[in-house]
């Protein structure tokens, strides 16, 4: 028989045997059903199972423009976060069900969500801690592209719109002479720098929900970073609180912690943004 | 279609430091990745960048623990030109403000790490990897480089060549995963792979879900050959139930591993008397796997890693992220209690062959960090190694891609380095399914200008994805299982000839069944199925070659372990293993390793620890 990608001659060729097709279609009923199997037996096994509320959107799928919930049953067992259950319901039921994820280990930021009615990193939330069912849905205040994904363009503007790279008015020049700085210094902006750029503070932010152009606590932490670390050039400072102080910078903030609420990183973000404000202060700069 | 100077094909360490190095030389770079750059797993890296920065350190140090500890399997000019050139390297990321831990006097901390001769180990905290692919996107940003992120890199567009070295690499072609467009890419110098790793491969990896091998499968399908595939480092501590890393820094730190019978298994059982838990990776990982064969591990599966006597203030100032590790992925709280572990899959030694320059026998065609095999870690990779790599070869690259004449290379590419013909016996013949295989592209595009090679690889790719959306077929993710199954079951850290041909039936079968693979979901939209399912025929490739290299190289050497052949044999396999791909054929030969380095002769000696 032949193995050639199926084309129309093969079709009419193979008629009276069984077609390329046809056993593609008779090796995926196989599967389907095995698989079937498998899912009914791997939930009876399961000694506690969970529900999912999934959020799902396709502007080109028939049936999907209009946005929907599906629910998807998953066995459960100790340990198992929000992605395992995610991609147990994909891998199980519907290969279509769509949501960015890579390291599985809270550091790419891909999976920030909207689960139970808050901005988590699904990798690193524990389906045991959460009611059931359980609610998963893209991140508010951004366009979705689809399911559960959703358009990052915006948070990446306000990244760049700070400037975000380390910038000092002279490196040293002896060989192999590094700049110094204080393991003080360094602890000082250690946890401003383990942003991972998840977008998670910037959706649970009412200011940024009303003003588009409001910078958000993840630019404003990364002009912090940078800011506040002794090495960073004199002129290049007085710059970057230029930006940071504008009319859409810190003093929008109206220290509502949400964004340090959501933060899987721990980043005292609302702290930075007053610091910030002090530093604009101090530093005698022009009010908007 | 787009054009620019220099095309980089992924954007994690590698890439990014090739882009910066090609635009330092005046290139027009643009970095063409599928994933954004800072969700790259270059961000995962715990542990750090060896360099020999102090007075009393120096590089030929770093050499020679580097070729010790790839049981002299590496070419001395790759790993001299690296050791010599990582401490500029570290520096320059100092200048571009990586926030590096420090010493009270202000300089940038250094560590010991396992296989070291010297404490040369520079870190920050035991996140060192988030921060260096941080530090280097935000140059890229400074620089104004393009980046077409969420485009995925399906193919290479190469010349028709018969023989691989005549070929040229003209560009690529990508699918922008949130539109479906499907583009080519022109390239006016070079395309440069920095794809990363294939851990994807195996099921317990550290690595990420997007470490599919993407470049080493497309670079090998186009001609390139691939090299010591079968050296497959296992990281000693994972956590058993995910996979993620537990750093190498707790054993630095002083960190000791523990048996069942709370014995220190390293010494007690005298898998390393003299390094004992810093030993090197591979002798740690078969330690491990020896206690839990014997009956002396925890649960049947793991051994436990302490770090409680370090002290809080220890632990919270240089390991704190891994208490977060430990508590968010195993629900261990480090300070009170010992971290399981296990071995797992973590670093692919082997990949696309490349000259010191970065640079592989198709002209054109470039690749650097964990994808390329230049080749430096040899048989195993020392711990802090890899980092300092992508520097020192993703720059390289960078530079030689845009035009900058480093000097001739010495190390040979290509089937003209050939000194041994390779025989392997296989139950199964490997390669594509036979010559009318749809999936099993052939190697090169046309003999055409450069427009018309890109233009044929582009209608390639959209024949080859309109017929994986419309076809109604099998998900790819029980294939993807298969072949994961396998290669865990029988690839592993200790390998025997009838397990490594298990897998290669296994691995056959599994090409079969790719062949009714088909995408359910029918958007053009985002469609991660589209992109896992063309993912997992790389997977198969890199399958296949790491079985094939297992099964030919009948010695112990680094991580590869066989059981009939338990000792190191350097008369006979002081040599590369290389596959070629011609056509869908699988080519089997044999390079010998270049042990004259710039200043000594390495002479292999008995690697103990």
Redesign the interface.
């Given at each position: 028989m032949s193995t050639q990608i199926e084309t129309k001659e093969t079709e009419d060729e193979e008629i009276e045997e069984q077609s390329p097709g046809e056993r593609r279609r008779e090796i995926k009923r196989q599967r389907a059903e095995n698989r079937a199997k498998r899912v009914e037996a791997e939930l009876d096994e399961a000694e506690q199972t969970r529900r999912l509320k999934v959020f799902r959107y396709d502007p080109e799928v028939e049936g999907k423009e209009e946005p929907r919930f599906d629910d998807f049953i998953v066995p459960f067992h100790k340990g198992m976060t929000i992605l395992d259950a995610l991609i147990y319901a994909r891998d199980h039921y519907d290969s279509s069900l769509t949501f960015r994820h890579s390291c599985r280990q809270a550091v790419c930021g891909s999976d920030a969500l909207f689960i139970n009615g808050k901005q988590r990193l699904g990798c690193k939330t524990q389906v045991g801690d959460l009611e059931d069912p359980i609610r998963i849905e893209p991140l508010p205040h951004q366009d979705v592209v689809k399911d559960l994904v959703v358009d990052m363009e915006h948070f990446y503007d306000q990244m760049h719109a700070v400037e975000p790279f380390f910038d000092p008015d002279e490196t040293p020049d002896g060989e192999l002479e590094e700049q110094r700085q204080t393991p003080e210094n360094r602890e000082y902006v250690k946890m401003a720098t383990r942003c991972i750029w998840c977008g998670a503070c910037m959706s649970s932010c009412n200011i940024a929900a009303g003003d588009n152009e409001y910078l958000g606590p993840a630019a404003i932490n990364k002009a912090y970073r940078f800011a506040m670390d002794e090495r960073e050039g004199e002129n290049r400072k007085q710059e970057r609180l230029r930006i940071i102080e504008q009319e859409h910078g810190v003093w929008r903030c109206q220290t509502q912690f949400s964004c340090t609420e959501v933060c899987p990183k721990d980043i005292p973000l609302t702290e930075h943004i007053q610091e910030l404000k002090r530093e604009a202060v101090k530093n005698n700069l022009k009010f908007w | 279609m787009y054009e620019h100077d220099v095309i980089v094909v992924g954007a994690g360490g590698a890439g990014l430091r090739a882009a910066i190095a090609a635009h330092e030389e005046g290139a027009d770079v643009a970095l063409v990745t599928k994933?954004?750059p800072?969700?790259?797993?270059t961000?995962?890296a715990e542990g750090g960048i060896n360099a020999a920065?102090h007075e009393e350190d120096s590089w030929d140090l770093h050499a020679y623990d580097t070729m010790k500890g790839a049981d002299y399997l590496s070419d001395a000019p790759a790993v001299d030109t690296f050791a010599q050139e990582a401490?500029?390297e570290v520096?320059q990321l100092?200048?571009?403000?990586m926030?590096?831990?420090?010493?009270?006097?202000?300089?940038?901390s250094q560590r010991p790490f396992g296989g070291l001769s010297f404490p040369r180990t520079t870190y920050?905290?035991a996140?060192t990897g988030?921060?260096l692919l941080?530090?280097m996107y935000?140059?890229v940003?400074?620089r104004g480089i393009e980046v077409y992120d969420e485009w995925y890199v399906t193919n290479l567009a190469v010349t028709d060549h018969d023989d691989p070295e005549d070929r040229e690499c003209h560009g690529c072609v990508a699918h922008d995963i949130?539109s479906g467009e499907i583009a080519g890419f022109h390239a006016n110098n070079g395309v440069i792979l920095a794809t990363g790793g294939l851990g994807q491969v195996f099921d317990h990896t550290t690595n990420?879900?997007?470490n599919t091998g993407d470049g080493q499968a497309m670079a090998y399908r186009a001609g390139v050959p691939i090299e010591d595939m079968e050296f497959v480092q296992f990281h000693p501590t994972t956590l058993p139930?995910?996979?993620?890393?537990i750093s190498e820094g707790v054993r630095g730190e002083g960190g000791i591993l523990y048996n069942d019978e709370e014995e220190r298994l390293m010494f007690e059982y005298g898998y390393a008397n003299n390094d004992g838990e810093l030993a090197s990776r591979d002798v740690v990982s078969r330690a491990e796997l020896t206690e839990v064969n014997e009956g002396r591990g925890i649960e049947d599966e793991y051994v436990h890693l302490d770090m409680r006597h370090l002290g809080e203030e220890r632990i919270l100032d240089r390991l704190e992220n891994i208490l977060?590790?430990a508590e968010?992925?195993?629900?261990v709280d480090g300070l009170d209690e010992p971290m399981p572990v296990k071995p797992g899959q973590h670093y692919e030694m082997g990949g696309i062959e490349t000259d010191e320059n970065g640079e592989t026998c198709i002209n054109g065609l470039y690749a650097a960090g964990e994808c390329a095999c230049v080749s430096m870690h040899g048989a195993n990779r020392l711990g802090g190694n890899a980092l300092p790599e992508l520097l020192v070869f993703g720059a390289r690259a960078g530079r030689d891609a845009a035009g900058k004449d480093l000097g001739d290379a010495q190390i040979p590419t290509g089937p003209s380095a050939e000194s041994e013909d390779g025989d392997v016996d296989t139950p199964v013949s490997p390669g594509a399914?036979?010559s009318?295989?749809?999936d099993a592209v052939a190697d090169g595009g046309a003999m055409a200008d450069p427009e018309t090679v890109i233009e044929d690889a582009v209608a390639r790719e959209q024949e080859r994805i309109e017929?994986l959306l419309e076809?109604?077929?099998?998900?790819h993710?029980?294939v993807r299982d298969d072949i994961q199954e396998t290669m865990t079951a029988n690839v592993n850290v200790f390998r025997e000839e009838d397990n490594l041909k298990q897998a290669l039936e296994d691995i056959r079968k599994a090409r079969e069944?790719y062949?009714?693979v088909?995408?359910?979901?029918?958007?053009?939209?985002?469609?991660?199925?589209l992109i896992h399912t063309i993912e997992t025929r790389n997977i198969i490739d890199l399958a296949e070659a790491i079985t094939l290299g297992a099964l030919a190289r009948e010695e112990f050497r680094g991580a590869h372990w066989r059981k009939k052949h338990q000792e190191r044999k350097d008369d006979e396999w002081l040599k590369h293993t290389m596959l070629q791909w011609n056509d869908g054929d699988v080519n089997l030969y044999y390079k010998p390793v270049m042990l004259e380095g710039f200043d000594q002769t390495y002479e292999p000696k008995e690697r103990s620890y």
């Open positions: - | 994933l954004h800072v969700r790259s797993h961000g995962a920065l401490p500029d520096i100092e200048h571009w403000g926030p590096f831990s420090r010493e009270e006097d202000g300089k940038v920050a905290g996140e988030h921060h941080h530090t935000e140059q940003v400074k949130k990420a879900v997007a139930s995910t996979g993620v890393l977060h590790l968010d992925f195993e629900g399914l036979d009318t295989d749809g017929t076809r109604d077929g099998v998900n993710a029980e069944q062949k009714h088909g995408v359910s979901d029918p958007s053009r939209t985002f469609n991660t199925d």
